[in-house]
Structures are given as structure tokens and as C-alpha cells.
């Protein structure tokens, strides 16, 4: 069983860009969490998709945002980089059954390394 | 202050010797997760428990509800379990958002 896949791996962006990392999720998973991980401030919670909707999210300004496919892919943009936004952004996926809260393990893809010059 | 304190911060320890990594958190919680990450980035959850104990091989993670508090533990430690351990809880709710603790950064000397 394939596990948590992050495109690309490394990333190169100028102030002022735009970006877009992809997550495809582990098969059957429908939530996908997002996090960005950096020295200074550790792994921090961006936000977290369900069946194409987001559910919940963490204390981040707009420029960051997501979204879910129908096949539970899931893409997260940055808009107008910042230098501190270089970080490890990293993806997570787990099981869900309808509006079931209780919680399940988490799997994480490698992560996406962004650094912004 | 941070809601997930982890101890220590850093532990340099021998090989075989016997590893403890505290986590004490002070909201209440559905659950705990137990992580690692090695270099590179990629990171592994190792347990999820919201009472008692759990074993899996070397490792054990125990947590105590009413303390708000959760502990790991690797027996025989190997230079392979060198790694940098993060603790991590869901607020009570269930929502998949973690809160994450700074993270232990372990090294076993051979």
C-alpha cells in the first residue's frame, strides 16, 4: 500500500511568488491535514480537509490556503512569499468514517522543503 | 507558553541504556501522539493512545490522563533510534489539527 505522497520535494521561490505542493493521501484516507514545520516555531497545525471541505484551521494569514480533490488529493497554495514562509510543510493523512470524531493515526508524507529568496 | 512542553530537550545517551522522554500538555485532550522525525524530514507515528499503556517493540508510551501527562520510553536503545521524538495531541473535539510539542532531539552513542 502506497504511503502519503508530497510533490515536489524541494522547492525554490522568489518573494513575492506564488506556490502550490500536492499531497495524495495513503488509498481509502479521506483527511488530509496540513503543517509547516520551521526552527523557530516547530510543527504548526495550517489546516485540515474532509471529503472536499475544510474542517478546521490553524492560526495562519490568508495567503495560505488549500484545498481537496474528489479523489481526496489535496493541494495547499501560498500566495505572495514571504521569506519566513521557507519551512517543511508537511502532510498528513488518516482514516475518517462519516462524522465520526474519534480520532485515528495520523500518516505523514516526506514533505515539501520551500525555500523562499 | 506552549500548550505540549516536552522534556528534555536534548539527550545524548549510550547504547543499550534505557530512554525516558516526558510530555506534559495542559489542555484537555482526545488523544496523544507519539512521532518521530529523522533527518530529511520524513516523520513516522510511532503510537496514538488516549489512556493507559502500548508496546511496540523497544518502545513504550504510557500516558496518564489525569496528570495531563505521557511518557516514552526505549528499552536497549540503538544508535538506529537516534531521531529527533515529538509529542502531539488533539484537543478535545477530535478535529485532525495536532498541537505539537518542540520535540526531544535523542542521540545514542555506539
Known amino acids: 500500500k502506497a504511503g502519503v505522497t508530497q510533490t515536489p520535494r524541494y522547492l525554490i521561490k522568489t518573494r513575492g511568488q506564488q506556490v502550490t505542493l500536492s499531497c495524495s493521501p495513503i488509498?481509502?484516507?479521506?483527511?488530509v491535514s496540513w503543517y509547516q514545520q520551521t526552527p523557530g516555531q516547530g510543527l504548526q497545525f495550517l489546516f485540515e480537509?474532509?471529503?472536499?471541505?475544510?474542517?478546521n484551521k490553524g492560526n495562519f494569514p490568508g495567503r495560505f490556503s488549500g484545498r481537496q480533490f474528489s479523489n481526496s488529493r489535496s493541494e495547499m497554495n501560498v500566495s505572495t512569499l514571504e521569506l519566513g514562509d521557507s519551512a517543511l510543510y508537511l502532510c498528513?493523512?488518516?482514516?475518517?468514517?462519516?462524522?465520526?470524531?474519534?480520532?485515528?493515526?495520523?500518516?505523514f508524507g516526506q514533505g515539501t522543503r520551500l525555500t523562499v529568496v | 507558553k506552549n500548550e505540549v512542553e516536552q522534556s528534555p530537550q536534548n539527550l545524548t545517551a549510550q547504547e543499550g541504556e534505557f530512554i525516558t522522554i516526558n510530555c506534559s500538555y495542559s489542555?484537555?485532550?482526545?488523544?496523544l501522539h507519539w512521532l518521530q522525525q529523522h533527518p530529511g524530514g520524513g516523520i513516522v507515528s510511532l503510537f496514538m493512545?488516549?489512556?493507559g499503556k502500548k508496546k511496540h517493540g523497544r518502545l513504550i508510551a504510557t500516558i496518564n490522563i489525569q496528570e495531563k501527562h505521557s511518557s516514552l520510553h526505549i528499552t536497549a536503545s540503538h544508535p538506529r533510534d537516534s531521531a529527533v521524538y515529538i509529542c502531539?495531541?488533539?484537543?478535545?473535539?477530535?478535529?485532525?489539527?495536532?498541537?505539537f510539542g518542540k520535540g526531544t532531539h535523542l542521540i545514542i552513542q555506539p
Open positions: 480537509y474532509f471529503s472536499e471541505t475544510q474542517r
Open positions: 502531539a495531541v488533539h484537543s478535545g473535539g477530535g478535529a485532525d489539527g495536532l498541537t
Open positions: 493512545l488516549s489512556s
Open positions: 488509498s481509502g484516507h479521506r483527511s
Open positions: 498528513a493523512s488518516s482514516l475518517r468514517s462519516g462524522t465520526e470524531k474519534s480520532n485515528t493515526e495520523a500518516f
Open positions: 489542555v484537555g485532550i482526545s488523544a
